[in-house]
């Protein structure tokens, strides 16, 4: 098999756009028990493991500043978290915090193996995923 020229280690960061950064931030900590961070010139983001997800408010400008997505939005993204912590205790909490159960659980294919899932929505109605992965020796990747 050729080596990929490039070949990428793990995802550092990813940017949501909030209507309402406050919320957003509130949302993640209490929902999902990421920590608050904040870095440079006053931005914030939320972090979790070794991961963060970078957290910027929406304007109309962000579509036109300097090294920002073409089309930044709102409610665009769909996320995958894994957890160690039963799908059925993630469930019993979501309830207990007011959230909206979509779909779950129910299973599905992950990236490493296959997943045990829970659907519901942030503040900005992104679809969130939080999944656990199942035994990978039961169910070997092809």
Known sequence: MTKAPVEIDHLDHLVLV????????????????MRRVEFGEGRVALAFGAQKINIKPYSAALATAPLEAAR???????LCFITTTPVDAVIAHLRACGIVVEAGPVQR???RSPLHSVYFRDPDRNLIEVSNEIDRAEHPSP
Request: net charge negative; charged share 15%; hydrophobic share 40%.
């Open 18 to 33: 909030a209507a309402d950064v406050d919320a957003t931030l509130a949302f993640y900590q209490r929902v999902l028990g």
């Open 72 to 78: 930044p939005t709102c409610g665009s993204a769909d």
């Open 109 to 111: 294919s992950g990236a």
